[in-house]
């Protein structure tokens, strides 16, 4: 899959003129997901969870999903969702936007991609979330 667009011009079609996301914009999707919050069938992550503790997520995940606790499966996930594993599966980490959509695997990737007027921008959309009970937690690390 690839696009013709750079990153920059993406992200200008997607937060100014409203187009390209097919799907809406990312506060929309999350406010709307929120709107499900309590209910037993549904279950919150963050990726700066994932990345913190990955095992405690997964673990977190299958009890969630009901499944039995098994060491030699979750190995087997830990493995296979690893940052490296999934950056070399070229069907996981397609170029997008003028770049791979598997980049660094780090929390606080934004910095070094987003410029000052953008993060502002999802500042405020990031401020909707939170403001509507979202756990979302941007790190500079």
């Not at 690839?2 to 937060?15: A, G, Q, R």
């Not at 309590?38 to 977190?60: A, H, M, W």
Request: proline content about 1%.
């Amino acid at each position: 899959m690839t696009h013709s667009l750079t990153f920059n011009d993406y992200f200008e079609k997607v937060h100014r003129v409203r187009a390209v996301a097919e799907f809406g914009l990312w506060e929309e999707h999350a406010l709307d997901w929120l709107a499900h919050r309590g209910q037993e069938n549904i279950l919150f992550l963050t990726y700066e969870d994932l990345s913190e503790d990955t095992e405690r997520e997964l673990r977190k995940i299958a009890s969630f999903l009901g499944l039995p606790d098994n060491q030699e499966t979750l190995d087997r996930a830990l493995r296979k969702g690893s940052f490296d594993n999934m950056k070399q599966d070229q069907t996981l980490n397609y170029s997008w936007a003028g770049q791979n959509f598997i980049r660094k695997g780090k929390v606080g990737g934004w910095v070094d991609t987003l410029t000052e007027k953008q993060s502002e921008i999802l500042d405020e959309a990031i401020g909707k979330v939170v403001a509507a009970g979202g756990n979302v937690r941007c790190t500079l690390e």
